[in-house]
Every structure is written in C-alpha cells, then in structure tokens.
T-cell receptor, first 116, second 114 residues
Framework: EAQVTQNPRYLITVTGKKLTVTCSQNMNHEYMSWYRQDPGLGLRQIYYSMNVEVTDKGDVPEGYKVSRKEKRNFPLILESPSPNQTSLYFC???????????????FGPGTRLTVL | AQSVTQLGSHVSVSEGALVLLRCNYSSSVPPYLFWYVQYPNQGLQLLLKYTSAATLVKGINGFEAEFKKSETSFHLTKPSAHMSDAAEYFCAVTDLNTGNQFYFGTGTSLTVIP
C-alpha cells in the first residue's frame, strides 16, 4: 500500500530534550515536506526537500532541522524543543515529474507533539 | 508570499443542503490551487486542484470548485451535503514555477446537521 508513515504518532516531552520525528514514504517520491498545524492558523510549512541532500526552508523553520540522506526518509529534528512547538505535525510527499508543481501531495497521519 | 483566505472558520449545513466553502487567493498571477479535506484524527486528502486546464474542477465525493480570476476566488461546492462530509477543509496554493512552497488557509470546519 502506498503510504507516508510517521513515528511516533504521539509524543510528550520536556523543554530542551532533543527529539526526532521520523517520516518515511514508499512511493519513490522525490519531494517531501513537513508542516505544523495549529488551531486557527491552518498548516504552515516548516521545511521541504526536492531530493536527496537538497532541502530548503518553508515559512516557519526556526527551531527545526531536517536531513534527507535517503530518498524515502525525511526526519524532523527538534534539538531543543520549547512549549511553542507543541503542535500537530504532518509529513507529505509528491512526485517531482510530469506536472510537478501541481502533483498531489500525500500526507502522513500526523504526530501530535506536546512540549511541557 | 502568496496566501489564501478562507472566510468562515465554521460552517453548518443541513443534510441535503448545498455546501459552499469560500477561498480567495492573493496573487497577481493565478497560482495552482488545491482543496484538501481532513477527517478527525487523520491526515489531509486531496479533493481537487486547479491547474489552469479548466475553470470548473470536479473532485472526489461530489465536490467541485470554480476558479474565478476576476474575483480571485476558488470556492468549493457540493449540491447535497451528506453526514460523511463533516470534516475540516483547507484551501492551499503553490507557485507556478517550482511547486515547492505551499500556503494553506486557516481551514473551515463543516458540520452537517441531520
């Protein structure tokens, strides 16, 4: 089954304790992206990657890091989480060919993060 | 940066009534536009997208949207609401050239009253 998976699905942590949220897709997509969803703000893009070793900032990159060492994986790293990073996080992927700008993004199920 | 505005954070309709969810974009050049649906505790699913091929776009589950350049709008409609349509709906935009950066609206929560 074609899918985007995220782990963990739920995480409660404390301020300053480094964490990683993993994202993996099995569709051989070149493009991957991370979003955060907050009430009243919709989804905001954190980082995206056009291919292996190619990443760029989205709208709200502060406090986050990403890496793209393999095509299928795109982990989101919070090196020193703070309470304002409490949010629902989504990973997404899409093909980067044949109508690339408007190819469908496939979303993972989300990771709910609480930083105390 | 591009942006989209969704008017009405909450919309309630009766079962069988018309669904109208509003989205306006801000861009001097018509961008690519999308409508996504999010069911409770799930990720987002694409309903439909505007790619400049046709102004009236049909999507899944009976939804459609009409692109109106003069009004900078891309409103989502469905002639007859079903209980299963209750969800959060997001309008989104990406640029014509790269399709790398996405901007989402703040979302509209649709309630369907039996």
């Amino acid at each position: 089954e074609a899918q985007v998976t995220q782990n963990p699905r739920y995480l409660i942590t404390v301020t300053g304790k480094k964490l990683t949220v993993t994202c993996s897709q099995n569709m051989n997509h070149e493009y991957m992206s991370w979003y955060r969803q907050d009430p009243g703000l919709g989804l905001r893009q954190i980082y995206y990657s056009m291919n292996v070793e190619v990443t760029d900032k989205g709208d709200v990159p502060e406090g986050y890091k990403v890496s793209r060492k393999e095509k299928r994986n795109f982990p989101l790293i919070l090196e020193s989480p703070s309470p304002n990073q409490t949010s629902l996080y989504f990973c997404a992927s899409k093909r980067a060919s044949g109508g690339y700008p408007y190819n469908e993004q496939f979303f993972g199920p989300g990771t709910r993060l609480t930083v105390l | 940066a591009q942006s989209v505005t969704q008017l009405g954070s909450h919309v309630s309709v009766s079962e069988g009534a018309l669904v109208l969810l509003r989205c306006n974009y801000s861009s001097s050049v018509p961008p690519y536009l999308f409508w996504y649906v999010q069911y409770p505790n799930q990720g987002l699913q694409l309903l439909l997208k505007y790619t400049s091929a046709a102004t009236l776009v049909k999507g899944i589950n009976g939804f459609e949207a009409e692109f109106k350049k003069s009004e900078t709008s891309f409103h989502l409609t469905k002639p007859s609401a079903h209980m299963s349509d209750a969800a959060e709906y997001f309008c989104a935009v990406t640029d014509l050239n790269t399709g790398n950066q996405f901007y989402f609206g703040t979302g509209t929560s649709l309630t369907v009253i039996p």
